[in-house]
């Protein structure tokens, strides 16, 4: 299966494609994408939508799997980052693929056995997982290849057969 990881963001969102093919995990592409700050929030999200229609249809993924907002600061902030969530998840509705969203927390059990394990712990685990020369940078676009992990590995244990 191959499955497109999101961290969404509206400045930066991480991205990752990962494919399982007996028991093996590859990470076939990953990045990071931003919008500029001086553009209407519109057209950032404009941009959003039409980069993950372009991931979605250049790698032909089966699955998108989100990561779910956690914020307990600045509601502004988190409003609009929510916007691009939702403009991510629009895409995968519209291109019919199967769509799953994850906790930070669930990622982080997912990856590193412990729910508390700081963004470090993680990139270290998705690095070896993966079996990747270095921890992907920036942090966005490690989440965004946990999350896609976080999918592969729920769908292991049965969580998502339906």
Not at 43 to 63: C, G, H, P, Q, T
Not at 88 to 106: C, N, R
Request: hydrophobic share 40%; charged share 25%; glycine share 8%.
């Amino acid at each position: 299966m191959r499955v497109l990881g999101i961290d969404p963001g509206i400045a930066r969102t991480g991205w990752g494609i990962i494919e399982e093919s007996s028991g093996k995990f590859l990470a076939l592409d990953y990045g990071c994408f931003e919008t500029p700050s001086s553009l209407e929030t519109p057209k950032r999200l404009s941009e959003i939508y039409d980069k993950i229609i372009s991931l979605i249809n250049k790698y032909k993924v089966k699955a998108l799997s989100v990561e779910e907002l956690f914020f307990n600061t600045n509601a502004k902030t988190a409003f609009v980052v929510g916007q691009a969530r939702g403009v991510v998840l629009l895409a995968g509705a519209q291109k019919k693929i199967e769509i799953e969203v994850y906790t930070p927390l669930q990622v982080k059990i997912a990856i590193s056995g412990y729910g508390r394990a700081e963004k470090a712990q993680v990139g270290k685990m998705v690095k070896t997982i993966l079996n990747l020369k270095e921890i992907p940078r920036p942090d966005d676009t490690a989440d965004a290849l946990a999350v896609g992990l976080t999918h592969l590995f729920s769908r292991k244990v049965g969580k998502h057969d339906r």
